[in-house]
Each structure stands twice: as C-alpha cells, then as structure tokens.
C-alpha cells in the first residue's frame, strides 16, 4: 500500500504519512501482512495480528478490506509507483492476505453452512480484489499513457513553438533573400541599362571619329586648297585696299558735295544767319519766349530782321541733333508746297532753324483748346485732313528721292492765322531710293531702331522695321479719327469700329466741332479706319483713293462754311485752282512780291504799302494796332509761288 505521495517521500521516511495508510496501519487485528511503499521504495511493513473470531469479524475484515483497496486506488498519492516496485508486493501481499483465512477456516469447530458462506464470501472478495486490480491496473496505465500523452504534447508543443520561430526565421530570411534579389535585379537592369547606353556611346564614339576621320581628311584637302588660295587672297587684299581707298576718297568728295548741295539750298534761299542774330532775336533765348521744348531742343518765338520767326535750336553735342539739322535742312531746301512749313534760314554755328512763325500753335494744342482757343468748326478739320493728304501726296511723289516724314502727328501740324495747317518737323524724315524694277514702286528704308511717336507709328515698322509711304498713312487715319472724335489715339480705331458696327457713330463725334453732316462723317470714319488698318497692305493709295474721298468732302464744307475760306492746293498736276497761300488779302490776287508786315501776315508789297500809306496803322486782317511799318520781303514764299507757276506752265 502506499505511504505517501511520491512528492512527500524522502530517505529518512520510516512510518506512512497518508491518512489512509495511518488508519489501516492502526487498525485492529487482522490477518494481512501489509507492505507500505512509496515512490518504488518499501518503507515498512505491519505484521499480521491476531485472526478474528467470530463471522462479524470476517465482514469487518471485508469491509475494511475494500475499503482500503477502494481508497489505495482513488490516492493521488500512488500514482508514481514504479511498474516493477508494484507488480511483485502486491503478488506477495494477495498470498498472504488470502492464506490465512483459508488456513483458519479449515480448522475445527466451522460447520458447512458457514464454510460455505465463508467460500462464497472469499470468492466474491477475490473477484472484486481482481476487478479492482484490473481497473487499478487500468488506470495507471491510463494515468502513464496520459502523462506520457501530456508529456509528447509538451514536446510537441514545444516542437510547434520551435517550428513556428524556424518558420518566421526562414520566411524574415525568405523576404530578406527577396528583397536582396529584387535589389540584385534592379542593380542588373540597372549594370545592364549601362551596359546598354555605354555600347550605344560607344557606336556613338566609333561614328563621331569616323566622321572625324573624314573630316579630318576634308580639312587636309581643304588645307591644302587654302593654301593655295592664300597667295590669291592676299593679291585681292591687296586690291580690295586700293579700292577702299578709292571708296573712302569718293565718300569724302560726296560728302563734300552734300554739304555743298546744303549750302547751295540755304544761299539760295539767303538765309544764312549767325549766331549772334539768333541770340538778339530772342532776346539772349529768354524763357518767356519759349513756346516748345523736345528731345530734340527749343523752339523759341523771335524777331529777326523784322519778321517774327520761329527759331528751333538743337543740341549741338548730340548727334542725334547733327542729324535732324542736315535732314531738315537737305528736305525743307529742296521741296516747298504751301502745305510745308517754310524754312526761312538756318545757322550751322548755332545748330539753329528759322521757320515762318504760325501764331495759332499745333493742331495738337487746338484739339486740347489749350489757352482757351476756340475749337475748331468740323469744316476746319475737314480742309486739314485735305491739306494734310495733300502735302503727303507731294512728299511721296518728289523726284528724283520720295520723302516719308515718319513722324506724323498732331504736334507736328502748325496752323497759321488763317488756320491753314502745314506740315513740320523733318528731323526724322527719310528719303527713298526709287526701285530699278518699277517706276512707282521704291524701296523700303530699314532700321533696327525705329522712331517717332508710338501711338502714331505704323505697326509693321515697329515689328519689321521697314519705313514705306504707307506709314505716313497709318498715321494720317490716326489724326483724321482724332478729327472726328476729339479723343486721345490710344485704341482710337477700335471705339470708332465699334460705334461704326452698332450704328452709332453719333455718340463718339465731337460734339465742339459743331454738327457734322453724317454722311461726311461716315465716309471719313471708314477712311481713317481703312488708313488706320494694322496691316499695311490693305491701306488704301494717297492719290488715287484717299484722294477721292477727301477732294469731294473739302469742297463741300468749304460751301457750307459761314465765310469763304481758301484751302490749300494739292500741287497735283491735275489740279488748277490758286492755293490760298498765293493770294494777297487786299488785292485778292496772286502775289508777285510778297512781304511780311508787323502782324505776321504775308501781303503784296503795292497793296500793303498803300494801306500803309493812305494813314493806316492797324492790321488789315486783325485791324490791331501794328507794332511797326516795316516789310520783309518773304523770299520763301515767292520762290514757292515761282516753281508752282513754272509746273502749271508744264
């Protein structure tokens, strides 16, 4: 029987410790030798005691019996006992357990009955010890193959657990080993892309010195040509030097004869002045005499020689100065129209220009009704546009060079005391030369650096460059808008085809240049529109288009004009009328003689003369008191009214 619980045994254990195998170790008589055992290990015996005596004492024994293998085989406590520790005790304990009763029972004094019922008893006790053996047997062999279960399922588990870390060992390997052959791939592709390029470069390399090689041996050939050009070169250095010495030689005497040709136009006109003059005509170039002021210099009003002038000075440091001096003076000598401010004189010392004065300003300044001048009527803006397209006509048509003025804008249009409007300020005007190809066509001026006024200037000259005829006509549909509309030019074409195409015209004329007839109106706004257009192929001729338009509409508003007014002629060669400017407002006749008075007017000399001498000493036009009683001779005039007779003789 068990002692105790294998987890309690020790070597120095001498008596059982389980309350079971203290309770039976305790108890009465019996006729069991009983072996205690614990963990393999026989810890004590207790010898067989007395036998009992009577049946009671058998049942006892039964029961007690039982209950001690029924309780050995419910102890936790014995089930460590080893197989071998186990098997022969027991053996040994049924011998002697069941001997002695046997023993006992054959001895006298048992009858049948009880004999009997002793057998049956001891058979049934057998029985059930071999049940209880059997199912004790049973369940340590059940409780070892469960712990041996339990411990192949620690194992196992423990296995798993190991699988489980190898497995996440070898997969993080797995991804590691992917991510070092993905990597290996790229840096593949990558070597391979190299190897690729580094083939292509070298294919490259391989064309490029062969090309090389070829060039190479081009340039030795075209070496070895130069060398034999080089002496010819040097024979035609030698000869382009001569010429360039020639060249410079005829530059210089062109140059020459420029100046001569400028000094030829000045002496015949006799208007070479000094310095000095000009400085006493102006009063040591005071500031209250300065009536405009540029880029270019100042324009101051004087007297010279008894006439009120209009003397611009230049800079003389600036060669942009130089340049506008000879180009005033080379154009304003060499063409005259009535149309054209008049270039009395000039003085080369002083870098000065003397033009016949114009009392009424700019057109520019009469738009504006600066100083409160009244504005002008719509007949007056209609004669200007007419005077305007006539001197363009004539500047376009000028033998043997064309002259393009390139600046036209209100500013540079002067009226004068009878608002007749002329052209100034040629200090930008080019000539052109005319085309071999065609009589009437020419050739385009170039420059990289054009100039003028922005509004004003042709769009196309702006972009290209190139200065033609038809700039002056962009320029000339700006000014006849501006007529119209009294408004700055900035977008001025677009707000004018604008009211044109909703049919209101009406609310952008102006309304100080009093009622304009519409169907006037009309035709010059589409004029100026189709002058104004940005490119200049589609601008209409001067002389054979615009001219008919303007020609009809001067002389209508000329008879419709409250007093006779005298417009300009166009120096057409089909046109025969008297231009105003010839005719003397006393005799009302052409001048042969003409003289400037004190008022600025220019007179025949008999006709002003006599007014002067029949005790008159106002002014005929404005009848103001006049400052003197001397006359000038305008010999400006006179030679204009020479050559316009000696072309209607032609």
Sequence with gaps: MGAAADKHYSKKMKRPKSKTALGLMEAEASPCKIWFTCKGQLICTRPTRTPLSSMDSWDEFGRRSQSSWYNLSRNDDAISVSESATHHPMHESDDDHFSSPFHE??????????????????????????????????????????????????????????????????????????????????????????????????????????????????????LATSKCLLEALQADKEKLQQ???????????????????????????????????????????????????????????????????????????????????????????????????????????????????????????????????????????????????????????????????????PANILLDANLVSKLGDFGICRLLTQSGTSTAATTLYRTTTPRGTFAYMDPEFLSSGELTPRSDVYSLG?????????????????????????????????????????????????????????????????????????????????????????????ALPDEASTPSYFVCPIFQEMMNDPHIAADGFTYEAEAIRGWLDSGHDTSPMTNLKLAHRELTPNRGLRSVILEWQQQHRQ
């Excluded at 500031?287 to 270019?296: A, M, P, Q, R, W």
């Excluded at 001025?492 to 100080?512: N, R």
């Design 243 to 409: 010429e360039r010495d020639a060249a410079a030689t005829a530059a210089a005497e062109l140059r020459q004869k420029s100046e001569q040709r400028i000094s030829m136009a000045t002496e015949a006109l006799n208007t070479e002045f000094s310095a000095v003059e000009l400085e006493q005509a102006t009063r040591s170039f005071d500031e209250v005499l300065k009536i405009g002021e540029g880029g270019f210099g100042c324009v101051y009003k004087g007297s010279l020689r008894s006439t009120t002038v209009a003397i611009k000075l230049l800079h003389p440091k600036s060669l942009q100065g130089q340049s506008e001096f000879n180009q005033e003076v080379a154009v304003l000598g060499r063409v005259r129209h009535p149309n054209l401010v008049a270039l009395i004189g000039s003085c080369r010392e002083a870098f000065g220009l003397v033009y016949e004065y114009l009392p009424n300003g700019s057109l520019e300044d009469r738009l504006a009704c600066a100083n409160d001048t009244p504005p002008l009527t719509w007949q007056v803006r209609t004669r200007i546009i007419y005077e305007m397209c006539s001197a363009l006509t004539f500047l376009h048509s000028n033998k043997p060079h064309p002259v393009v003025h390139g600046d036209l804008k």
């Design 478 to 570: 700006i000014i006849i808008l501006q007529l119209l509309t009294g408004r700055r030019p900035q977008k001025i074409a677009e707000v004018v085809e604008d009211a044109v195409e909703k049919g209101e015209l009406h609310t952008v004329l102006d309304p100080s240049a009093g009622a304009w007839p519409f169907v006037q109106a009309n035709q010059l706004a589409h004029l100026g529109l189709r002058c104004a257009e940005m490119s200049r192929r589609r601008r209409p001729d001067l002389a054979r288009e615009v001219w008919t338009v303007v020609e009809p509409l001067m002389k209508a508003a000329s008879l419709t004009a409250r007093r006779p007014t005298f417009a300009a002629s166009s």
């Design 105 to 222: 029972l054959e001895n006298p004094g048992a009858d049948a009955e009880m004999y009997g019922r002793l057998e049956e008893a001891l058979r049934e006790t057998q029985e059930s010890k071999k049940e209880v053996f059997e199912e004790s047997t049973k369940r340590r062999k059940a409780e070892l193959d469960l712990l041996s279960a339990l411990q192949k399922a620690k194992e196992l588990e423990k296995l798993y657990h190991h699988e489980i870390r190898q497995r996440k060992t070898i997969e993080e390997t797995l991804v590691r080993q992917a991510q070092e052959l993905e990597a290996t791939k790229i840096q593949c592709d990558t070597i391979y892309d190299q190897l690729h390029d580094a083939e292509e470069q070298k294919a490259v390399l391989e064309q490029r010195m062969t090309e090389m090689e070829s060039a190479l041996r081009d340039g030795e050939e075209k």
